[in-house]
């Protein structure tokens, strides 16, 4: 069995989709972690009722992990290798939707690794003209649901990720990635059935 962290994401959305081309035999299941005082993904601005329809979307199981707010990162690993020990069945690998940030594939490969679990990065440096086809062309649809502060004159919370958009940004006076790697902005990915699944 295969975990992979999802955010609701369309980072971690694209995970699934090259992992499961390469590994289309894995069994993987969804884990989560969510503010417990307001049932929030953060960073994302994600209800923990969206991601768990998500997952029933995909027909994957998810794991769910309340933190406290403005968790430190011993208390955020100390719940996630609980939650990953109490876990059905070992695991063979941690998969993470992560595409350039080192810093952040290091610290992962460190504290998971002494953990005893490897990591995985299945879109890890892919090309973006990779990436965006798999978004833009799955019966998905992205919006944005969190813009940083410095951005939000340019980006609206709400609007759709899709090829309007990626244009737009590139006309920008400030420079905005793309993929919203640096922090400029998060995503939700929405499923045409997502209204009608049971919360």
């Known amino acids: 069995m295969d975990i992979l962290f999802w955010s609701g994401g369309k980072d971690a959305y694209l995970a699934l989709q090259f992992y499961r081309q390469e590994h289309p035999e894995a069994k993987i299941k969804l884990l ?4 417990e005082t307001d049932d929030i993904v953060p960073h994302q601005q994600i209800k923990l009722k969206n991601i768990k329809k998500q997952a029933a979307s995909l027909g994957l199981d998810l794991i769910t992990v309340p933190l406290p707010p403005d968790c430190p990162n011993d208390v955020y690993l100390e719940k996630v290798e609980e939650a990953l020990a109490n876990t059905d069945g070992p695991i063979e690998k941690l998969i ?23 990591c995985c990065f299945p879109i890890w440096q892919k090309s973006i003209h990779d990436l965006l ?10 919006k944005i649901s969190a ?3 410095e951005y939000q004159h340019l980006i609206r919370e709400g609007e759709r990720f ?9 006309h920008q006076p400030k ?6 790697e640096n922090g400029e902005f998060h995503t939700e990915i929405i499923f045409k059935d997502l209204d009608e699944l049971v919360e």
């Open 175 to 180: 420079e905005i990635d793309p993929m919203g």
């Open 162 to 170: 899709n090829q309007a958009f990626v244009r737009q940004i590139a």
């Open 133 to 142: 086809p798999v978004l833009f062309f799955k019966p998905i649809e992205i």
């Open 147 to 149: 813009v940083g502060e």
């Open 32 to 35: 989560t972690t969510y503010d």
């Open 96 to 118: 993470f939707g992560d595409w350039h940030l080192d810093d952040i594939r290091s610290w992962r490969e460190r504290v998971f690794g002494e953990m005893g679990y490897e």
